[in-house]
T-cell receptor, first 116, second 118 residues
Framework: AQTVTQSQPEMSVQEAETVTLSCTYD???????LFWYKQPPSRQMILVIR??????QNATENRFSVNFQKAAKSFSLKISDSQLGDAAMYFC?????????????FGTGTRLTIIP | GAVVSQHPSRVICKSGTSVKIECRSL??????MFWYRQFPKKSLMLMAT?????????EQGVEKDKFLINHASLTLSTLTVTSAHPEDSSFYIC??????????????FGPGTRLTVL
């Protein structure tokens, strides 16, 4: 079974600065998907970024980028130019590519606080 | 694209009654929908996976007779909490797999339903 570990329960960053959230996972599969979701106080889960394991290039979405290290099974999220609206709970998630096993395995989350 | 709605957003009911929560994919067809439960300050716990036109697959420890799931169309899945009790009070979230731009491998989430059982 796959596991996802987020070792930072809480993080804080000054507005406009850069912060990196850590995520490691364990799997015996060679192909899979990794995701970062954010959950603001509204509790709506919002997709931040997605990475396919077979792609070596790190995914980027505007101010959000990942550092995907497949051999190390690491998938960190970097938020540049942090904004107040980035304050949320961030969840790292794993999904197998195997047909019939589409469920997401979530980490325990990292609560990000933005300091004005 | 890839918008998922849930209704109602909040519901309060008396112990022993049944509550139905709807999950709709608004701009795409969702062959698979998922139901999660989230306790305060915790991660999401998958309850069941629902495929259109077939029976839901429940996770271990989830009572299928208590949490009835129906996925009658490609845009609608419902979760019915039967004979609700205070311990069923929680935040329930659905997600749907699919979307535009070939993102069929990504789950998109609804805004959640807060259930309070008195």
């Amino acid at each position: 079974a796959q596991t996802v570990t987020q070792s930072q329960p809480e993080m804080s960053v000054q507005e406009a600065e850069t912060v990196t959230l850590s995520c490691t996972y364990d799997t015996s599969e060679s192909d899979y998907y990794l995701f970062w979701y954010k959950q603001p106080p509204s509790r709506q889960m919002i997709l931040v970024i997605r990475q396919e394991a077979y792609k070596q290039q790190n995914a980027t979405e505007n101010r959000f980028s990942v550092n995907f290290q497949k051999a190390a099974k690491s998938f960190s999220l970097k938020i540049s130019d942090s904004q107040l609206g980035d304050a949320a709970m961030y969840f790292c998630a794993y999904r197998s590519t195997n047909f019939g096993n589409e469920k997401l395995t979530f980490g325990t989350g990292t609560r990000l606080t933005i300091i004005p | 694209g890839a918008v998922v709605s849930q209704h109602p957003s909040r519901v309060i009911c008396k112990s022993g009654t049944s509550v139905k929560i709807e999950c709709r994919s608004l701009d795409f067809q969702a062959t698979t929908m998922f139901w999660y439960r989230q306790f305060p300050k915790k991660s999401l716990m998958l309850m069941a996976t629902s495929n259109e036109g077939s029976k839901a697959t429940y996770e271990q420890g989830v009572e299928k007779d208590k949490f009835l799931i129906n996925h009658a169309s490609l845009t609608l899945s419902t979760l019915t909490v039967t004979s609700a009790h205070p311990e069923d009070s929680s935040f329930y979230i659905c997600s749907a797999r699919g979307g535009n731009s070939g993102r069929a491998d990504t789950q998109y989430f609804g805004p959640g339903t807060r259930l309070t059982v008195l």
